[in-house]
C-alpha cells in the first residue's frame, strides 16, 4: 500500500522558515514526478512547488525565490525548504507524486499526503 506522510509544518512568525519533508512507503520516489500543493480556508488548491525525474523544477510566482523543492530518491523522501514565509503562506500543505493530465489540460495527482498545517503570524 502506498503513502505519503508529510512532517515539519508549524506555526511561526512572519520572515521565518520552515522546512516539509513527505516520506513515502511502498513507491520508489525515482520514479515519479513529485509536488507539493497547499490550500488555504476559502481558496482553490495550488501548486507551489514541482520537480520532475530529472530534477528539474517549477514553482508558483508567489514562492519564487522564497522555496526550494528538493528530492532524496534514496531516503524516498521530499523536502520544500520555505524561508521568508509569510502570512499569505498560511494553508494546509500536501505532497503529492506522480503528476497526470486529464483530457482537459488540468494536472492531478495518484498518490496524496495527508497534509501538514504551516501557520504564519504577522
Known amino acids: 500500500q502506498q503513502e505519503l506522510v508529510e512532517s515539519g509544518g508549524g506555526a511561526v512568525q512572519s520572515g521565518g522558515s520552515l522546512r516539509l519533508s513527505c516520506a513515502a512507503s511502498?513507491?520508489?520516489?525515482?520514479?515519479?514526478?513529485l509536488a507539493w500543493l497547499r490550500q488555504a480556508p476559502g481558496k482553490e488548491r495550488e501548486e507551489v512547488a514541482f520537480i520532475d525525474t530529472d530534477g528539474s523544477t517549477k514553482y508558483a510566482d508567489s514562492v519564487k525565490g522564497r522555496f526550494t523543492i528538493s528530492r532524496d530518491n534514496t531516503k524516498n523522501t521530499l523536502f520544500l525548504q520555505m524561508n521568508s514565509l509569510k502570512p499569505e503562506d498560511t494553508a494546509m500543505y500536501y505532497c503529492a507524486a506522480d503528476r497526470t493530465l486529464d483530457s482537459g489540460g488540468s494536472y492531478g495527482y495518484n498518490y496524496w499526503g495527508q497534509g501538514t498545517q504551516v501557520t504564519v503570524s504577522s
Open positions: 511502498g513507491l520508489a520516489y525515482s520514479y515519479y514526478s
